[in-house]
Structures are given as structure tokens and as C-alpha cells.
């Protein structure tokens, strides 16, 4: 249920992947519509950032949760 619930959270925001946003990104890059510069500032930079703060901190409260209900016998 909580997988769930994070997926649509993820999706309805529009917050990119940096493997899978790359792939469309680099396609572009290749056809020449965006900048090797374009793709590393505007989209690899942030993206890369915002997947390492969403990885760590979804890591994190999991790990919480679990030892949190292992204190509680729960």
C-alpha cells in the first residue's frame, strides 16, 4: 500500500528519474535540440540532487519505521 502511495505522489509531481529521464534527454541532446550544457545545468544537476535527497530520505524513514516497530513489539 505505501509503494503504491509513493509512486502516485512521484508521478503527480512530475519528479524525474536520472536514469530514465536521461534517456529521453540524451536523445534530444543527440538530434541536436538541447545543449550538452542544457542537459548537465538544467536537467542532470537538479535531478541527480533531488533523487540523492529523495533516496536518502525515503532509505531513512523506512529504516524508522522498521526499527520503530521492532521497539514497539509491533
Same mark, same amino acid.
Given at each position: 500500500?505505501?509503494?503504491?502511495? =509513493?509512486?502516485?505522489?512521484?508521478?503527480?509531481?512530475?519528479?524525474?528519474? &536520472? %536514469?530514465? @529521464?536521461?534517456?529521453? /534527454?540524451?536523445? $534530444?541532446?543527440?538530434?541536436?535540440?538541447?545543449?550538452?550544457?542544457?542537459? =548537465?545545468?538544467?536537467?542532470?544537476?537538479?535531478?541527480?540532487?533531488?533523487? &540523492? %535527497?529523495? @533516496?536518502?530520505?525515503? /532509505?531513512?524513514? $523506512?529504516?524508522?519505521?522498521?526499527?520503530?516497530?521492532?521497539?514497539?513489539?509491533?
Amino acid at each position: 500500500m505505501t509503494h503504491s502511495r =509513493l509512486g502516485c505522489c512521484i508521478g503527480w509531481c512530475s519528479f524525474a528519474h &536520472i %536514469i530514465a @529521464g536521461s534517456v529521453d /534527454v540524451l536523445y $534530444l541532446v543527440n538530434i541536436g535540440a538541447v545543449s550538452w550544457f542544457t542537459y =548537465l545545468v538544467g536537467f542532470m544537476l537538479p535531478t541527480l540532487i533531488g533523487n &540523492i %535527497i529523495g @533516496g536518502v530520505s525515503l /532509505v531513512a524513514a $523506512l529504516n524508522f519505521a522498521q526499527v520503530a516497530s521492532e521497539r514497539l513489539g509491533t
